[in-house]
C-alpha cells in the first residue's frame, strides 16, 4: 500500500470518528436542555400554585378579620345594651339580686383586674396535680425488712 492511501484512510477515520463525537455530545448535551425544560416547567407549575395559595390566605384573613370586626361591635352593643338595662330597673326598683345577674353577664369594662393566670402546678390540696397523687403509703414499706444473705 501506498503512503498516501494510509493517509486518505487516516483521514477518513478521524472523520468519522469526529462524526461519531460530535453525535454522541450533541445527544448528551440535548438530553440534559430537555431536563432542565421539564424542571423550568416544574417550576412554573409550582410558583403558580404558591401565587393561587397566598391569594386564597389573603382572602381568608380578610373574611376573617371583618368576622372579628362585627363580632367586637356585637359585643359592645351587647354590653351597652345590659348596661342601659340595669340602669332602667334600677330606676324601677328591681330586687339588686336581679341586677347583680345581670351586671355579672355584661363584660367589665376598664375595670383593672386581671386574670389569675392558670397554673400547671398541685395546690396541695390533694387533686389529681398534687406531687403524691397515686403513690400509696403501704405498712409494709415501712416495716423492717429481713437481711438478705
Same mark, same amino acid.
Request: include cysteine; hydrophobic fraction near 40%.
Given at each position: 500500500?501506498?503512503?498516501?492511501?494510509?493517509?486518505?484512510?487516516?483521514?477518513?477515520?478521524?472523520?468519522? +470518528?469526529?462524526?461519531?463525537?460530535? !453525535?454522541?455530545?450533541?445527544?448528551?448535551?440535548?438530553?440534559? !436542555?430537555?431536563?432542565?425544560?421539564k424542571?423550568?416547567?416544574?417550576?412554573a407549575?409550582?410558583?403558580?400554585?404558591? $401565587?393561587?395559595?397566598?391569594?386564597?390566605?389573603?382572602?381568608?384573613?380578610?373574611?376573617?378579620?371583618?368576622?372579628?370586626?362585627?363580632?367586637?361591635?356585637?359585643?359592645?352593643?351587647?354590653?351597652?345594651? %345590659?348596661?342601659?338595662? +340595669?340602669?332602667?330597673?334600677?330606676?324601677?326598683?328591681?330586687?339588686?339580686?336581679? %341586677?347583680?345577674?345581670?351586671?355579672? /353577664? +355584661?363584660?367589665? /369594662?376598664?375595670?383593672?383586674? /386581671?386574670?389569675?393566670?392558670?397554673?400547671?402546678? !398541685?395546690?396541695?390540696?390533694?387533686? $389529681?396535680?398534687?406531687?403524691?397523687?397515686?403513690?400509696?403509703?403501704?405498712?409494709?414499706?415501712?416495716?423492717?425488712?429481713?437481711?438478705r444473705?
Amino acid at each position: 500500500m501506498d503512503a498516501s492511501k494510509i493517509n486518505w484512510m487516516l483521514a477518513i477515520a478521524c472523520l468519522l +470518528a469526529g462524526i461519531g463525537l460530535g !453525535a454522541l455530545g450533541y445527544h448528551l448535551l440535548n438530553a440534559s !436542555a430537555a431536563s432542565l425544560q421539564k424542571l423550568r416547567q416544574r417550576l412554573a407549575e409550582r410558583d403558580r400554585e404558591l $401565587t393561587a395559595l397566598r391569594e386564597g390566605m389573603d382572602d381568608h384573613l380578610g373574611d376573617v378579620s371583618r368576622l372579628v370586626a362585627t363580632l367586637q361591635r356585637d359585643s359592645e352593643a351587647l354590653a351597652s345594651r %345590659l348596661s342601659q338595662d +340595669a340602669q332602667r330597673l334600677r330606676a324601677q326598683g328591681t330586687p339588686p339580686a336581679a %341586677l347583680a345577674v345581670i351586671e355579672s /353577664e +355584661a363584660p367589665a /369594662e376598664g375595670n383593672g383586674d /386581671e386574670l389569675a393566670m392558670p397554673r400547671d402546678y !398541685a395546690d396541695g390540696t390533694g387533686g $389529681t396535680l398534687s406531687e403524691d397523687f397515686g403513690l400509696k403509703d403501704d405498712e409494709d414499706a415501712k416495716a423492717p425488712q429481713p437481711p438478705r444473705y
